[in-house]
């Protein structure tokens, strides 16, 4: 029986992977995918990273470009193989576990290549799990294209004609930018209202601002910290004004409804559409896991990643600790946090 097993191989497994190194633990990392790095390769073919190169340090390796560069997600796999590699890290790929359970002092991991046993667990499967899309979006005719954000790769995907991005984060105002390029006719669907900040101000990242003043580490648990995690994030290096602008782009408010042919939106009645990219958000799931008690809004409870399941944590997840906890580079806090909470309390540690 392993000591620990850590489901998920992108950089929160990764970098929980290195500190069990240090603990001298008997584990393995799991992973649904068949590659390492899998989960950003999957993306959109253009998707690069907002944060430069100096602030995507993951813990006893330094990420592989020059100071300012913003990596592709070609080259942040990369940097995941590099770092198994460094750090001889175990990981079993093609193992989707769709459940865990306790059974006396360890719990029993199942997944369609059969069980696996442990003492202690490390949930790093991240935020992103199920594609949402609206429920009207079923009802909307088979020859209109669509595609979850998730699975856009290239405007090549697309069918000839009237396109509709939908969703006002920054996936869809990137999505948004790269298939109103040409002459093709582009509603956007979403609030224009958005808060927009520069990759840089006065010749700094603004991740070098974020370090700065701080903002990165603001607790959760502080009146800014939880003021913070409730509010819009603002969209971050993509000039919406211009793109927005555009004469072959036009803003049509939010979408309310559908039926067969005919979208409904807030300022127009569309008609005449050939596709739909929906980059509207994921919706968490953790009920594969039998008594973790959940929040409303279906995520863990946790402090700092220790759960409500003695032996049972958490890591990666959007403000875990602090904003920092869902970047790169932040990781290593949490990461740091529990190999101590682990030194001194872990199940059988």
Same mark, same amino acid.
């Given at each position: ?211 700065? *003043?701080?903002? !990165?580490? &603001?607790?959760?648990?502080? $009146? =800014?910290?939880? +003021?913070? %995690? ?78 409500? *399941?003695?032996? !049972?944590? &958490?890591?990666?997840?959007? $403000? =875990?600790?602090? +904003?920092? %906890? ?24």
């Amino acid at each position: 029986m392993l000591d620990f097993i850590v489901v998920g191989a992108a950089q929160a497994g990764l970098a929980m992977a290195y500190y069990l190194n240090k603990l001298n633990k008997d584990y393995l990392v799991v992973d649904k995918e068949a590659k390492i790095g899998a989960s950003w390769l999957n993306r959109w073919d253009s998707l690069t990273l907002f944060t430069p190169s100096e602030f995507n340090n993951m813990p006893g390796m330094v990420f592989p470009a020059e100071k300012g560069h913003y990596p592709s997600k070609t080259e942040v796999a990369d940097y995941f193989k590099e770092y198994v590699a460094k750090f001889n890290i175990p990981v079993q790929l093609n193992t989707f576990i769709e459940n865990i359970s306790q059974e006396g002092d360890h719990f029993i991991l199942k997944s369609p290549q059969g069980e696996l046993r442990a003492k202690n667990v490390v949930i790093a499967t991240g935020p992103f799990h199920i594609p949402y899309t609206p429920p009207f979006s079923k009802k909307i005719d088979q020859s209109i294209f669509q595609i979850h954000s998730n699975y856009y790769k290239n405007p090549a995907q697309l069918q000839e004609g009237k396109t509709m991005v939908v969703g006002a984060g920054d996936s869809g105002f990137q999505i948004l930018d790269e298939v109103s390029q040409g002459d093709r006719e582009v509603y956007f669907s979403g609030t224009t209202n958005v808060k927009v900040l520069p990759q840089e101000i006065l010749g700094k990242t603004l991740w070098w601002w974020f370090t700065k *003043i701080g903002f !990165l580490s &603001f607790s959760r648990d502080t $009146w =800014l910290g939880r +003021r913070l %995690s409730r509010s819009r994030q603002p969209v971050i290096g993509t000039d919406v004004k211009a793109i927005l602008n555009r004469p072959n782009v036009e803003a049509v408010g939010k979408t309310k409804n559908a039926e067969g042919k005919i979208v409904v939106t807030e300022k127009k009645r569309l008609t005449d559409l050939r596709n739909i990219i929906w980059a509207t958000g994921y919706r968490p799931n953790f009920n594969w896991i039998e008594g973790q008690e959940l929040s409303k809004d279906g995520y863990p409870k946790h402090y700092r990643g220790v759960s409500n *399941i003695e032996g !049972l944590y &958490f890591i990666g997840l959007p $403000w =875990l600790h602090t +904003r920092g %906890s869902a970047t790169l580079g932040g990781i290593k806090k949490d990461a740091q946090y529990l190999y101590s909470y682990i030194k001194t309390h872990s199940n059988n540690s």
